[in-house]
């Protein structure tokens, strides 16, 4: 490697950190824990009596699992204004990122919730407890610690997937080397950068996924 490209990876260092902790981070911080609540409640209308909440539950989800997240995105910020709905990139990016988590995180509850065996809340109602309660003291604390390795696996891409919201003009890692390497046209040197950036911050996020999951598991009899 010569001395030139040495100095534009040095170059490049804080730009890319600074499209790291203006974009790609919250992007994630902000998209993850909104698709989290709307996959729990599109996993307990999928589980309710009611058809019709099971129908408009099963077809969200199909429509995010069979359409691309790139494509997801393009409309919301493109495809909305001609409606009338107009959001910055950012927003738009967070609004796209959350109905996708959403989708594929409800099946992942929903799993989760069914797991759990269901003697236990029929036990749980029949000594008087509602199902909302039943649901948040009996169901739900058991189905999390089901949950976690493969949510974690949802955030975990959700991170690499926040690099579709430069298609968007979002600044953030993808976005930030894309400006540096139209000009030098050092691709390989700043999309590597690049990568290397988002590879550390998913193994951070494994290895908070692998102490979360021992700290879990602590409370499970064996």
């Known amino acids: 490697m010569d001395q030139s490209t040495l100095d534009l990876l040095k170059d490049s260092l804080v730009p890319f950190a600074s499209g790291l902790v203006r974009g790609t981070i919250p992007l994630t911080l902000a998209s993850f824990p909104i698709g989290l609540v709307l996959a729990l409640l599109l996993a307990l209308m999928r589980l309710s009596s009611v058809r019709v909440l099971q129908g408009i539950s099963r077809l ?128 390989f040197t700043l999309y590597a950068l690049a990568a290397a950036y988002y590879w550390v911050v998913c193994l951070v996020l494994s290895f908070g996924q692998s102490r979360v999951e021992t700290r879990l598991n602590r409370f499970v009899a064996r």
């Open 60 to 187: 969200y989800v199909s429509i995010i699992r069979g359409t691309p997240l790139l494509v997801q995105l393009l409309i919301i910020y493109y495809a909305l204004p001609e409606f009338g709905i107009t959001w910055d990139p950012f927003p738009s990016a967070v609004v796209a990122f959350s109905l996708n988590v959403g989708g594929y995180a409800s099946e992942v509850i929903r799993s989760a919730i069914l797991s759990v065996p269901k003697g236990q809340t029929e036990a749980a109602l029949t000594i008087g407890m509602s199902y909302p309660t039943t649901m948040r003291r009996i169901v739900l604390p058991q189905a999390a610690r089901v949950a976690v390795p493969p949510l974690s696996n949802t955030l975990i891409s959700l991170v690499k997937d926040t690099s579709l919201a430069s298609t968007i003009q979002v600044a953030d890692i993808m976005r930030k080397a894309a400006e540096i390497a139209g000009p030098t046209y050092q691709f």
